[in-house]
């Protein structure tokens, strides 16, 4: 299993927890070379308590000694390595130390069809606490391993071998192929690594797979990423899974097959920030459809507090960011362009729309199924995607302050949900270029507006005779408050706004538009208004009485002294004007 090397061996004890690593020389391999190493640091022999299957390191001793392991410069032919708590593991650099898959390595499954009789991971961390990996690359080397077959656009393989994707193995020794995983551990620092060319994930930190809903103690926790170069992976470049309390920043993530970094499976209180993330979702098994950052509610544990915010993301093939059934999150100050087709994307997870539309039942104890609900989107630079943002099946979000342009004859915000779904999120954002007229849509109509009014088959209401009017707005009568802090759906100033329907055809909710005089038309009997007593002015046709006492707590221009100010002739215009 082990590729042997003929380099020298040289293993240097600094203390009795501090060992330095050399490439080897003579019939020894690296993996066993670094892994005794470990096993040294913690007082642990390998085979027999350190290194072997994880059913055997349950309880293993000296889990509190610490330890640090120094790799230096060169590059390690690498199967797999196990790393235990309170350890410090760290090269000499990107590029410098080399940790590098061994050719042709045999599957960390015995089963590869089931993934099952095996562990996942290059790196592998099981029940750990307090890890810190930094400053070296480690290389999935995936152009030489078994059946290696890239998925292209064009539906063809480099070479010959297995012609059926399942799921997700087109290759079927890929599947447990990331540099790191670690499950249900604690306090690990992820810096200065350079993580490229896996079969599947770049990082893979995670949860227990199958937990009671709301069971934190099977969640990773405390975890940093930080200060790496994480590329050329065929599946997503950073997956955190079942994850609390994370951070990931400074970061570089470019050209991965899928998703630049997904949140999935419950992970909660994350924050995503200050990364550059560039070029991902084009070659996912050939089907693309990858985004810059996604987080979704996969396996009904909720996705929550969930902060992404002063990213660069570039060239997304799908979306810029992509939320599928998130809650109570943050997006803001990123600047995503050139996206394939949205700038952000919220959306609703597929297993929560099949039970909550489909019937359909989850086979595990777990939360309910929901919608993309409850989150904040605020000054975020949307440029040059197809379409700046997509809901469906999104409600009481909050959208300001966020700088959208799209590319030609698309929108700047899609609504596909349910009518009156786009009313009960609040809109006040900067939308412009394309064809995009106030930047919102309804279905797939084309670019003009076009969002049904509740109550459009009842009369218009030009003067609001039958609402509350605020200003130039008509409020329904039940609105309280009418806008401002504590509003809700339609009784929202920001979103009458953004839909602008008027009320010059619609009954209230709508906008008042204002009176233009001179009205142009003639009308020298004033046949169409309020004719005054003297027979001298007509006055609008809204008023009871045309000047005297009263005239100016009256609706529309109903005092004969606006008229004579007007100074306009009913021989060329029509009310309000001069008889004469």
């Known amino acids: 299993m082990f590729k042997l090397l003929t380099i020298q061996l040289i293993i240097k004890f600094i203390a009795s927890s501090e060992i330095n690593v050399a490439p080897p020389s003579g019939d020894i391999s690296d993996t066993i070379l670094i892994q005794t190493a470990i096993c040294e640091a913690k007082n642990l022999i390998i085979g027999v308590n350190c290194g072997i ?24 032919n690498i199967y797999q390595l196990y790393l235990y708590s309170n350890l410090i593991f760290k090269g000499q650099g990107q590029g410098v130390t080399i940790l590098k898959l061994q050719d042709s390595a045999e599957s960390y499954f015995k089963d590869i069809e089931k993934r099952t009789g095996g562990q996942a991971g290059f790196i592998r961390i099981l029940k750990e606490n307090n890890i810190t990996i930094s400053d070296m690359t480690m290389d999935g080397n995936k152009e030489n391993q078994i059946n290696y077959l890239r998925y292209r656009h064009d539906n063809t393989y480099y070479d010959d071998g297995y012609k059926v994707c399942k799921k997700f193995i087109c290759y079927p020794h890929a599947y447990g192929r990331f540099a790191i995983y670690s499950e249900i551990s604690n306090d690990l620092i992820i810096s200065n690594l350079e993580v490229k060319n ?41 997956t955190i899974d079942k994850s609390i309390n ?69 060239d997304s093939n799908y979306g810029g960011i992509c939320l599928n059934s998130v809650i109570n999150s943050e997006i803001h100050n990123n600047i995503i362009s050139n996206s394939g087709n949205y700038c952000l994307r919220l959306n609703i997870q597929s297993t929560n729309y099949k039970m909550l539309y489909e019937g359909y039942v989850y086979p595990h104890n777990r939360g309910a199924p929901t919608t993309t609900n409850y989150n904040v989107i605020h000054n975020n630079i949307c440029d040059k995607s197809s379409d700046g943002i997509l809901i469906r099946k999104g409600e009481y979000n909050t959208f300001y302050n ?63 005779n039958n609402g509350i009017i605020v200003k130039d707005i008509c409020f329904e009568s039940t609105c309280s408050p009418t806008g401002g802090v504590g509003c809700s759906g339609l009784c929202c100033t920001s979103i009458l706004r953004t839909i602008n329907w008027s009320c010059e055809d619609y009954a209230a ?37 045309c000047g005297g006492v009263g005239c100016g707590s009256l609706e529309g221009m109903c005092c004969t002294s606006s008229i004579i100010e007007l100074d306009v002739s009913c021989q060329d215009n029509s009310s309000p004007c001069l008889m004469n």
């Open 509 to 545: 909710p709508c906008l008042i538009q204002p009176v233009v005089y001179p009205k142009p038309g003639s009308d020298p009997t004033c046949s169409d208004g309020t004719l005054s007593g003297n027979g001298k002015y007509c006055c609008e046709s809204g008023c009871s009485q």
């Open 246 to 314: 994370v951070k990931a920043y400074n970061n570089l993530v470019v050209n991965n097959g899928r998703h630049g970094f997904n949140l999935v499976t419950g992970t909660q209180n994350t924050e995503i920030y200050d990364n550059t993330i560039i070029n991902n979702g084009n070659d996912y098994l050939g089907r693309g459809k990858g985004c810059g950052i996604t987080a979704q509610n996969n396996q009904l544990y909720d996705i929550l507090n969930i902060n992404i915010h002063h990213n660069t993301i570039e």
């Open 53 to 76: 299957k994880q059913s055997d390191v349950e309880n293993i001793p000296n889990r509190d000694t610490s330890g640090t392991i120094t790799l230096q410069s060169g590059t390690y």
């Open 198 to 238: 896996w079969q599947g994930y770049g990082l893979d930190p995670h949860g227990e797979g199958e937990s009671e809903y709301g069971d934190y103690s099977k969640y990773g926790n405390g975890l940093i990423i930080k200060d790496c170069y994480v590329h050329d992976n065929d599946w997503d470049g950073v």
């Open 402 to 464: 966020n700088n959208i342009e799209t590319t030609e004859s698309t929108f700047g915000v899609k609504n596909i949900d349910e009518e009156l779904a786009l009313a009960t999120n609040e809109f006040t954002n900067e939308i412009y270029g394309g064809n995009v007229l106030l930047g919102v849509c309804y279905g797939d109509t084309d670019t003009s507006i076009y969002i049904p009014h509740p109550y459009k088959d009842e009369a218009a209401d030009p003067r609001c």
